[in-house]
Nanobody, 121 residues
Framework: LQLVESGGALVQPGGSLRLSCAAS????????IGWFRQTPGKEREEVSC????????KYADSVKGRFLISRDNAKNTVYLQMNSLKPEDTAVYYC???????????????WGQGTQVTVSS
């Protein structure tokens, strides 16, 4: 059971990136999946989550209106489309599965390696 993040890169302020969270060993369509980020010296924060029941979504205030989370069940992948990127979005981004279909409950498994997003001119 594994989630692998990819898609991070160096991008200029105002640019866009799409991160991918690919699942293996299980199908993620019925589980809530969250995207988190962490910068050195700060606590890891959840930036978005998509539920496993009705695909309802949640966003941190800091990314609302700029980030979009989505799910492609055929590819067993969850995406995080990041637009209008700011230097403060620079972080390592991780995805995690929840035990059930609801966001904000107990996280399953452990943290992966994440993918680095750097927003800089």
């Amino acid at each position: 059971l594994q989630l692998v993040e990819s898609g991070g890169a160096l991008v200029q302020p105002g640019g866009s990136l799409r991160l991918s969270c690919a699942a293996s060993g299980f199908t993620l369509d019925t589980y809530a999946i969250g995207w988190f980020r962490q910068t050195p010296g700060k606590e890891r924060e959840e930036v978005s989550c998509i539920s496993g029941s009705d695909d309802s979504t949640k966003y941190a205030d800091s990314v609302k209106g700029r980030f979009l989370i989505s799910r492609d069940n055929a590819k067993n992948t969850v995406y995080l489309q990041m637009n209008s990127l700011k230097p403060e979005d620079t972080a390592v981004y991780y995805c995690r599965r929840y035990f059930g279909a609801r966001c904000g409950t107990l996280l399953f498994g452990s943290w992966g390696q994440g993918t680095q997003v750097t927003v800089s001119s």
